[in-house]
């Protein structure tokens, strides 16, 4: 796998599963906050702050949706790398589409910004990124900070439709730990799985997790009750890749999402958001997966179902609750 080590590009250096072969995930690096406070060190401001994502990723897209469902499109900038990620990383390649050139620095690696951010950075370079223009670094990494920065810091610029309202706080926190390890991460410990046991044990955990939620909705609108949260956003982003990739190029495949009818409606209803279908690129999420693990793809061929329709009638009205008032008078298209 490839990292930076010092600052230095290396193609040779870190092992991502342990003895048991299972897969481990790295800690995140830059873990900064930016606060709705004139004074803090990185102050909430229109048009100061940067994302750089892929739309491949679960984690980058996070914030994406939640940056679409506050309406913050015009206060956080973004730039879309390659899905492809090569030996050199991720990489800018305008004229590509759906992706752009890098806005902020002009580079045409990712890495660069790291290595602007921090000359020494040992790491993996990942996305997403939080940027910010004034102090030029990274603010942070961590997908879940971030989105939770853009969901409770950029207030004064964002609609009233916060998805981490107060007296929910816990249950949301708690809800989105719930779903990391089976989830939104266990899919990745069965597609990178060394061992058969240790795929086995992922893809368990993974569908115990499924059928767990997909009973809680279905008299419940939403993860954490009538209201959309942080929780569903971070949800969603597996959610939306499940078929196309992971149950095929993950080896996923006991079930797929649409053979789940509560989390498929769940699924439709979040797609059909405003905004939200804009967040969704799957011919960058196939391309992505498909193409950029030749250990578990060597042909790098790029699987063309299921093709399903996101935008088709959903049955969730059914279910008390619904969208904040600001979203649900606005039409997805
Ligand atoms: N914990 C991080 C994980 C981010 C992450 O792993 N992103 C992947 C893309 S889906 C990445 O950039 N990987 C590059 C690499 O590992 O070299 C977060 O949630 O932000």
């Known amino acids: 796998m490839n990292m930076l080590v010092d600052g230095e590009w290396r193609t040779d250096a870190y092992e991502s599963t342990n003895d048991d072969g299972e897969f481990d995930r790295q800690e995140t690096s830059f873990r900064n906050w930016v606060e709705a406070d004139p004074d803090a060190e990185f102050p909430a401001e229109s048009g100061r702050y940067h994302l750089y994502v892929s739309y491949a990723c679960p984690w980058a897209h996070r914030t994406l949706v939640t940056r679409a469902l506050r309406g913050l499109e015009d206060v956080v900038s ?13 990489q800018f390649t305008p004229g590509k589409d759906g992706t752009t050139p890098d806005s902020q620095n002009g580079f045409d690696y990712l890495r660069e910004a790291y290595v602007k951010a921090d000359p020494e950075f040992t790491g993996r370079v990942t996305v997403p990124v939080l940027w910010d223009k004034e102090r030029e670094t990274i603010v942070n990494n961590e997908s879940e900070e971030v989105m939770r920065m853009l969901d409770t810091a950029f207030d004064e610029f964002a609609n009233d439709a916060t998805l981490y309202p107060e007296g929910k706080r816990d249950e949301i926190d708690e809800t989105i730990d719930a779903i990391y ?43 954490c009750g009538d209201a959309l949260t ?33 989390l498929w409606n769940y699924l439709k209803e979040l797609y059909q958001l405003p905004g939200v279908s804009e967040t969704v690129r ?39 609750g619904g969208p904040p008032r600001e979203l649900a008078g606005l039409s997805a298209d």
């Open 78 to 90: 973004v730039d879309v790398v390659d899905p492809y990620r090569a030996e050199d990383g991720w």
């Open 181 to 223: 390890e089976p989830i939104n991460n266990g899919v990745y410990r069965a597609g990178f799985a060394g061992s058969q046991d240790a795929y086995e044990n992922a893809v368990s955990e993974l569908f115990d997790a499924l059928d767990h939620w997909e009973e809680v909705l279905a008299d419940q609108r939403y993860l």
């Open 230 to 262: 942080e929780a569903d956003v971070c949800l969603f982003t597996t959610l939306v890749r499940f078929d196309d990739v992971y149950h095929t190029h993950f080896k996923c495949n006991v079930r797929k999402i649409a053979e789940y009818p509560n």
């Open 282 to 320: 799957m011919d960058h999420i196939r391309e992505h997966y498909y193409r950029t693990h030749p250990d578990i793809n060597p042909k790098r061929i790029v699987a063309v179902g299921p093709n399903h329709d996101f935008e088709a009638d959903h049955d969730r009205d059914r279910i008390a």
